[in-house]
């Protein structure tokens, strides 16, 4: 391979010299050293140039003053607009890839800088690098190099976007690249709000003739399991969930026939069937029937085709959001009804010590009772009241009533105890059809 040309370092020293002046403005540099920087590295990965000691040296030189001067642009003109740095980064990218060193003490220098630009304009340096990892990697095999750039980029970014990081990770994908050590560090650090939210973005990616599709196939089965063993019988985690757009993700889901491609039969129903057991919990109701608004607005859940037509998978899942739809209707009409029923109780506070207790007159103002957070039935004027009848008679009661209550549903901590017993003594369990025998023998558990 020959050696730089005369041209090619004369280029280079002009951009050396111009980028020290300072009395020629940095953007002005920059019209004149964005084309020049581009052509002098294109032409360097091209010739081959770093075979040679004049080639080394010239790459080293090539790559301080490329770095050097992508930092300079991005320090003082930090909100300049993606799109204008996006294609320069893609290069340097495709610099450190030629040179196979990308943690080079100037690309590193480089990192810092996208670090601190965040700080000014966070989805511009995100962008940048992100988009540059997935275009890199499409174009060479650096798959395991371009993961594990991502991954440190993740690692330094906790709020990072979701659906920028997914669309290179998806991008990954359908170059054929094995996402499992990332997925676990994302899964690590965003729980299962981020695996909700991956599920969407994954699902408006598949199609059933597309390249990556059993990859993302295997991708949304990990989700699953993941979301089945972290939400059963835990409604802090489905409403969690629910707020990644779950809901969304299985009604796009629903709507893509690929469910039987490459024999990867995912069970998103028993996804369903978890949400189903948590419509007992006001918030967690009341984001299933928000959700259900966006999907209905959005018209993705589309009538049920017949098995032949859109694979049995499909036909289960929809059957399953159809029938959660019907009863976190009806879950919400029998919350309504008991909200507007009178429970009889006295005026009083329920301690029977309380000093207000023994007044011969009312006071002036109504004291604001509050209920017994354990069975909802007993009424205190103060936390110190409640505090005192718990310990002197009330613990024994208010045991027995969420034994009756919800006291044998395991992992459950805010349900409301009141309305539970209100369905058990009306037997609503059947009447209504909340829940399948089959959940309520899952979470059953004797002790309270």
Same mark, same amino acid.
């Given at each position: 391979?020959?050696?730089?040309?005369?041209r090619?370092?004369?280029?280079?020293d002009?951009?050396?010299?111009?980028?020290?002046?300072?009395?020629?403005?940095?953007?002005?540099?920059?019209?004149?050293?964005?084309?020049?920087?581009?052509?002098?590295?294109?032409?360097?990965?091209?010739?081959?140039?770093?075979?040679?000691?004049?080639g080394?040296?010239?790459?080293?030189?090539?790559?301080?003053?490329?770095?050097?001067?992508?930092?300079?642009?991005?320090?003082?003109?930090?909100?300049r607009?993606?799109?204008?740095?996006?294609?320069?980064?893609? %290069?340097?990218?495709?610099? *450190?890839?030629?040179? /196979?060193? +990308?943690?080079?003490?100037c690309? !590193?220098? #480089?990192?810092?800088?996208?670090?601190?630009?965040?700080?000014?304009?966070?989805?511009?340096?995100h962008?940048?690098?992100?988009?540059?990892?997935?275009?890199?990697?499409?174009?060479?095999?650096?798959?395991?190099?371009?993961?594990?750039?991502?991954?440190?980029?993740?690692?330094?970014?906790?709020?990072?976007?979701?659906?920028?990081?997914?669309?290179?990770?998806?991008?990954?994908?359908?170059?054929?690249?094995?996402?499992?050590d990332?997925?676990q560090?994302l899964?690590?650090?965003?729980g299962?709000?981020?695996?909700?939210?991956?599920?969407?973005?994954?699902?408006?990616?598949?199609?059933?003739?597309?390249?990556?599709?059993?990859?993302?196939?295997?991708?949304?089965s990990?989700?699953?399991?993941? %979301?089945?063993?972290?939400? *059963?019988g835990?409604p /802090?985690? +489905?409403?969690?969930?629910?707020? !990644?757009? #779950?809901?969304?993700?299985?009604a796009?889901?629903?709507?893509?026939k690929?469910?039987?491609?490459?024999?990867?039969r995912?069970?998103?129903a028993?996804?369903?069937?978890?949400?189903?057991?948590g419509?007992?919990v006001?918030?967690?109701l009341?984001?299933?029937?928000?959700?259900?608004?966006?999907?209905q607005?959005?018209?993705?859940?589309?009538?049920?085709?017949?098995?032949?037509?859109?694979?049995?998978?499909?036909?289960?899942?929809?059957?399953?959001?159809?029938?959660?739809?019907?009863?976190?209707?009806k879950?919400?009409e029998?919350m309504r009804?008991?909200?507007?029923m009178?429970?009889?109780?006295?005026?009083?506070?329920?301690?029977?010590?309380?000093?207000?207790?023994?007044?011969a007159?009312?006071?002036?103002?109504?004291?604001?009772?509050?209920?017994?957070?354990?069975?909802?039935?007993?009424?205190y004027?103060s936390?110190?009241?409640?505090?005192a009848?718990?310990?002197?008679s009330?613990?024994e009661?208010c045991?027995?009533?969420?034994?009756?209550?919800?006291?044998?549903?395991?992992?459950?901590?805010?349900?409301?105890?009141?309305?539970?017993?209100?369905?058990?003594?009306l037997g609503?369990?059947?009447?209504?059809?909340?829940?399948?025998?089959?959940?309520?023998?899952?979470?059953?558990?004797?002790?309270?």
């Amino acid at each position: 391979m020959s050696s730089p040309d005369a041209r090619l370092r004369s280029i280079l020293d002009s951009i050396v010299i111009a980028a020290n002046r300072d009395v020629i403005p940095l953007e002005q540099v920059w019209r004149q050293a964005d084309a020049w920087i581009s052509f002098l590295v294109r032409a360097f990965i091209r010739q081959g140039l770093a075979t040679t000691p004049e080639g080394i040296d010239f790459q080293d030189r090539l790559i301080t003053v490329s770095s050097f001067f992508l930092c300079s642009c991005l320090r003082d003109f930090p909100s300049r607009s993606a799109n204008h740095l996006y294609p320069f980064f893609i %290069l340097m990218f495709e610099l *450190a890839v030629y040179i /196979a060193d +990308i943690d080079h003490p100037c690309f !590193g220098i #480089l990192w810092e800088e996208i670090y601190v630009a965040l700080n000014v304009s966070r989805s511009l340096g995100h962008r940048l690098l992100i988009n540059s990892v997935a275009s890199v990697a499409s174009k060479y095999d650096v798959g395991a190099l371009c993961i594990r750039r991502l991954a440190a980029a993740v690692n330094a970014w906790a709020d990072i976007d979701v659906a920028t990081v997914y669309s290179a990770i998806s991008f990954l994908v359908f170059c054929g690249y094995h996402v499992s050590d990332i997925h676990q560090r994302l899964l690590s650090l965003h729980g299962i709000r981020w695996v909700a939210l991956v599920m969407s973005h994954t699902a408006s990616k598949l199609h059933p003739f597309s390249p990556g599709c059993k990859r993302l196939n295997e991708l949304l089965s990990h989700c699953t399991s993941f %979301l089945e063993a972290n939400i *059963a019988g835990n409604p /802090a985690a +489905i409403r969690e969930a629910l707020d !990644g757009h #779950l809901l969304i993700a299985l009604a796009k889901l629903n709507k893509i026939k690929v469910f039987c491609v490459y024999d990867l039969r995912i069970d998103f129903a028993n996804l369903v069937q978890h949400i189903e057991f948590g419509i007992f919990v006001r918030s967690v109701l009341n984001r299933v029937l928000r959700e259900w608004k966006v999907v209905q607005r959005r018209g993705l859940l589309q009538s049920s085709l017949t098995s032949a037509e859109e694979g049995e998978s499909g036909c289960v899942l929809y059957d399953a959001l159809q029938a959660l739809n019907v009863k976190a209707r009806k879950m919400k009409e029998s919350m309504r009804i008991f909200d507007a029923m009178k429970i009889p109780r006295d005026d009083r506070c329920s301690n029977n010590t309380c000093p207000g207790r023994t007044r011969a007159e009312p006071p002036e103002e109504a004291i604001k009772l509050r209920r017994c957070s354990g069975c909802k039935t007993m009424f205190y004027c103060s936390k110190e009241c409640q505090k005192a009848h718990w310990k002197s008679s009330h613990r024994e009661s208010c045991h027995d009533f969420k034994q009756r209550g919800c006291g044998r549903y395991r992992g459950v901590t805010d349900l409301d105890t009141a309305f539970l017993l209100h369905l058990n003594e009306l037997g609503s369990y059947d009447k209504i059809d909340i829940l399948t025998p089959s959940l309520l023998g899952r979470y059953s558990n004797t002790s309270c």
